[in-house]
């Protein structure tokens, strides 16, 4: 039995002469959190970009639930996804309420209503639903941006970076919520993060990029371990600034 959500095989991305995704292959199991570091530049929005079908990969094959994004019904796999992302505004003159309606249509989301309602409870977000987004707070707008990535219960829900800007109060409240409906819900979660902490407090296994490659991978533990560091922001620090890439 498969129990891989997303297989990755020898994936590449060429902006003219630049590399910014190099020959990169891994698997992410079904129900498990994996999380994607790298610093900045190393190619992790890119990656998540050909996973998400935005960008077309210059070589290599993106298998989802077992069915290649290049050549299958790539509507019906995508529904089966979604992501969320502080760097990615949604319309700021629509409300919050409007906001989440209008994703959940594109979605086909049954009891739109009721979904919304859930969501909004969940994420506390009932208090400014009819306010416009881009009035919101940077703590808002994040927790906006996670329930429109949660209103059509994707099977696979990408994170790129979902606590960035935040204060300590709210990026707990987000990491705590990520973790209870994780724990609720049949789901695969692909976390983007330069939060050490939260990438240890989540993730089950991680992947470490440089360069538009691959240069560690394993369990927090088994990485910090390895190289001799006393926990994952030091080990993040030590293969960021080193000469050498670790595979």
């Known amino acids: 039995m498969n129990m891989a959500a997303i297989e990755i095989n020898n994936l590449t991305k060429q902006f003219g ?40 990969p210059s070589a290599g094959k993106i298998i989802i639930d077992n069915k290649n994004l290049e050549k299958t019904d790539r509507i019906s796999l995508l529904s089966k996804m979604n992501f969320a992302s502080p760097y990615v505004e949604l319309p700021k003159r629509l409300t919050v309420k409007q906001n989440l309606e209008i994703y959940g249509r594109l979605y086909g989301v049954k009891n739109l209503d009721d979904k919304i309602k859930e969501v909004s409870e969940d994420l506390n977000l009932k208090f ?16 906006v941006s996670l329930a429109k990535s949660l209103i059509n219960e994707p099977e696979i829900l990408f994170l790129d970076e979902p606590t960035a800007s935040l204060d300590p109060d709210i990026g707990d409240y987000i990491r705590s919520y990520i973790q209870s409906y994780k724990t609720k819900n049949k789901i695969t979660i692909f976390l983007a993060s330069h939060n050490m902490a939260e990438v240890e407090r989540l993730c089950d296994s991680i992947i470490m990029m440089k360069n538009g490659k691959i240069i560690d991978r394993g369990t927090c533990e088994e990485i910090i371990k390895k190289h001799g560091r006393n926990n994952l922001e030091e080990t993040f620090l030590k293969l960021a600034r080193s000469k050498d890439e670790v595979s």
């Open 128 to 143: 400014f639903l009819s306010k416009k987004t881009g009035e919101l707070s940077s703590g808002q707008k994040n927790r």
């Open 17 to 56: 002469n630049v590399w910014a995704v190099k020959n990169i292959s891994f698997n992410i199991n079904k129900g498990k959190i994996i999380g994607l570091l790298g610093p900045n530049g190393c190619g992790k929005t890119t990656s998540i970009g050909m996973m998400l079908g935005l960008i077309k």
